[in-house]
Structure formats: structure tokens, C-alpha cells
């Protein structure tokens, strides 16, 4: 073997991504829309491909003899630290538990990686484990192992912080992206958008008569309360965060092959919120939550289902906004506020950065 030969062997297999239309990492990639899911499909999917990772689930479900688990992980590199109604460490524990919930499984414990700028003040980072610890406490879970790692200054942003979520199943759950189906309702617990607009406004400088805050919050509760009641009629859970709703249920019509069909007249969404996306030029389907939960449950169950909702203290804004259908699989259609129909394609670009 020539030593050309050997040089071509340990370059490995070669990068499928189209490299003549993104040669580098793009802002876009991370943000939870197309892009995001051009690099999961081609990079991460073709080197990892495994049938546990192939559900493309919010978390993993491991069967491990009696127990069933669920792991899921996820990074935080928010900016600002601080914004009205949370932090980077309050969110790095939302957003985890919340994709262990969205599997159906109660959260027992947290892992978190931390990677710290060199000059960060202390009194910052202390703010944010408390905070850490706060929303940790409030579901019941610990923070049980961690890792710390210091890059130098201007090598990072302050702080970004990795955590995994290890949860169990609970009773009765039976939730996948694959088992949407034609007939059944999609519910979400509340208003849409408020973490997006609560982010870009402080970013931005933008005063509202109303303070916008984010709706970050930890689901697990909210998804036990409804697992109680409907069990495995309780299809689907998804969190609708970076990439918003519209990302999120292009996702789930894609997986299970189904159409999926909102009413715009259904959609919860406060008028502040309007307000703010039209300075910001956004549309309110594609802003990231961080509270909020889309359920697609079968028909027969919703009502029940939308009044444990509205019974529970993150859920009274709760509101059926759409369906599944045969129709144009793959597609979300909106039905718009004057009888149109028109497609809701997932998030193009990244109109919201560093958002979660
Ligand atoms: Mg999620």
C-alpha cells in the first residue's frame, strides 16, 4: 500500500453534507429548523445511525431488563445570561427535563457540563447554579455529576452549559413521534412565543406597555397530569422550542407520513406578542417556547385531555389548534383567519439566535 493510499484510509468516510453549499457551520444550523435538520440527517444520522437514535425522539428510551429509561441532552447558549422570566441555568434544566417529559418519563437526575470563559465573574456563575438548583429542586431531581472546563477570554461567551436529563418511564405512557395519525387532535398547553419575544426584545431594546417575560418552565407535572388521565391515548409529546410550532409539527408529519392541519383562529397567542413579532418581522409559529407542550392525542380523548389542561396552573391557556389528517402528508396547512389554506414549511435560516 502506497502511503497516498494510507493517507485517504485515514481520512475516513467522506463528509455527505453538500460542501458546495455549506462548506462551514452556519448560525442557521442551530436553529432548531432546516438547516438543524440537514446536519442531524447527514452528518450526525449517517455517522451514529442507530435504530434507538433513529426515532429522533426528544430523548432516548433505553430497555434495560425491568427498568425503562429515558436520557435525553441538550446545550444552553443563550445570550443574555439573564433575560425577563429566567437564565441560562434555569433553562438548562427546563429544557432538559422537558425533552425527558416529552418521552413520557419522570426526570430523576441531572448531569451538567459547564464551559466557562476565563473572566466570568464568580458572583455570575453562582447566580446560575442557584438558579440550577432551584428549577432542579422544584421537579424533584438532582444535579448528581458534572464537569467544568475553562476556555480562554473571548473563546466563549461567558458561560454555555450542557445537561442530560435521566428520567423512567411513567405508567401508561406510549409516546413517539410515529404514532401521530389521521384523526387525532393537537392541543398545546398555552400562548405561543413568549420565550422568543421575551429574548429578542431585551436584545433588541424594545419596550412593550405589558413586560414580556418567558414562559420557561419545567413540563413534567403538566405531561404526569395528562398521562393519568389519557394514558397511551396520549400519542404524541413534543416541545416546541427553537424552530417554534411550525418546526416542531413538520417534524412529526414527516416521521409518522400524516398531514397535520392548524387553525389559525385556535392559536393562542397574545396580542403583545403579535405586536412584537411585527416589529421583529417574525411569525409567531416559528419563535421558540420554553414552556409550552403540543400534545397530539386521539380524538376521543381531547376533551378530557384539554380539561386536565386547563386545570392545571400551566395550562389554563391550553387550546386545540389543529388536527392530522391523510391529506398532503409530510405538510403542515394552516387554515387561515379568513378560510384560506396555506403550507407552514419548516424554519428557514435563523431569524432567532442563540435563543435557548
Ligand atoms: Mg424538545
Not at 433513529?54 to 441532552?73: K, Y
Not at 467544568?148 to 445537561?163: M, S
Not at 422550542?241 to 389559525?264: F, K, M, P, Y
Not at 421558540?288 to 392545571?312: M, Q
Request: negative net charge; contains cysteine.
Amino acid at each position: 500500500m502506497s502511503a497516498g493510499d494510507r493517507s485517504d484510509l485515514s481520512r475516513g468516510p467522506r463528509c455527505p453534507l453538500p460542501i458546495a453549499d455549506h462548506p462551514t457551520v452556519l448560525l442557521a444550523h442551530g436553529g432548531g429548523g432546516r438547516l438543524s435538520r440537514m446536519l442531524l440527517d447527514r452528518v450526525f444520522l449517517e455517522a451514529f445511525r442507530n435504530p434507538i437514535l433513529e426515532t429522533l425522539h426528544d430523548g432516548a428510551l433505553l430497555d434495560l431488563g425491568d427498568a425503562r429509561v429515558v436520557v435525553s441532552t441538550d446545550s444552553f447558549v443563550i445570550r443574555p445570561l439573564f433575560f425577563p422570566g429566567g437564565d441560562i441555568g434555569s433553562l438548562a434544566v427546563h429544557g432538559t427535563v422537558n425533552d425527558v417529559a416529552m418521552c413520557g418519563a419522570k426526570p430523576v437526575g441531572l448531569c451538567a457540563g459547564f464551559i466557562l470563559e476565563e473572566g466570568l465573574p464568580m458572583e455570575t456563575l453562582w447566580q446560575i447554579a442557584c438558579s440550577m438548583q432551584e428549577a432542579a429542586r422544584e421537579v424533584g431531581a438532582s444535579i448528581v455529576t458534572g464537569d467544568t472546563k475553562v476556555v480562554d477570554r473571548g473563546k466563549g461567551d461567558g458561560v454555555f452549559i450542557n445537561t442530560t436529563g435521566l428520567g423512567v418511564l411513567l405508567p401508561g405512557a406510549d409516546v413517539s413521534p410515529l404514532r401521530a395519525r389521521a384523526g387525532d387532535v393537537v392541543l398545546v398547553n398555552g400562548s405561543l412565543g413568549l420565550h422568543g419575544v421575551a429574548v429578542m426584545s431585551i436584545r433588541e431594546g424594545l419596550e412593550f406597555e405589558t413586560a414580556l417575560e418567558s414562559d420557561s418552565a419545567p413540563l413534567c407535572d403538566l405531561v404526569r397530569c395528562i398521562l393519568e388521565r389519557a394514558g397511551n391515548g396520549i400519542h404524541v409529546l413534543r416541545d416546541p422550542t427553537r424552530g417554534g410550532v411550525a418546526s416542531a409539527l413538520n417534524e412529526i408529519a414527516a416521521q409518522a407520513r400524516v398531514g397535520i392541519r392548524l387553525d389559525e383562529r385556535g392559536l393562542p397567542i397574545r396580542e403583545e406578542v403579535r405586536g412584537a413579532c411585527e416589529i421583529l418581522g417574525l411569525d409567531p409559529l416559528y419563535v421558540a417556547n420554553e414552556g409550552k407542550c403540543l400534545a397530539i392525542v386521539a380524538r376521543e380523548r381531547a376533551d378530557e385531555v384539554l380539561e386536565t389542561l386547563h386545570a392545571h396552573p400551566l395550562g389554563d391557556e391550553a387550546a386545540i389548534i389543529g388536527e392530522v389528517v391523510d391529506e398532503h402528508p409530510g405538510r403542515v396547512v394552516l387554515r387561515t383567519r379568513i378560510g384560506g389554506t396555506r403550507f407552514v414549511d419548516m424554519l428557514s435560516g435563523d431569524p432567532l439566535p442563540r435563543i435557548c
